[in-house]
């Protein structure tokens, strides 16, 4: 991504991925409490990858 995402645009990226990520988690639970870690992995990897992806844009 190569320019700064707006405020806006930024939030409405958040809410879809929230979206998805409560979908797959949601899937991920019906299997058990493995899929409870794989959800939480997830989004700690979603949330380094957004924080990492800002940082850049931002230098």
Same mark, same amino acid.
């Given at each position: 991504?190569?320019? =700064?995402?707006?405020?806006?645009?930024? #939030?409405?990226?958040?809410?879809?991925?929230?979206?998805?990520?409560?979908?797959?988690?949601?899937?991920?639970?019906?299997?058990?409490?493995?899929?409870?870690?794989?959800? &939480?992995? &997830?989004?700690?990897?979603?949330?380094? &990858?957004?924080?990492? #992806? =800002?940082?850049?844009?931002?230098?």
């Amino acid at each position: 991504m190569g320019k =700064v995402m707006s405020r806006q645009e930024n #939030t409405a990226f958040f809410f879809l991925l929230f979206i998805n990520i409560g979908r797959i988690g949601r899937d991920l639970c019906r299997i058990g409490r493995m899929g409870r870690i794989g959800t &939480l992995s &997830l989004w700690y990897n979603w949330i380094l &990858l957004s924080c990492r #992806t =800002v940082t850049y844009d931002t230098e």
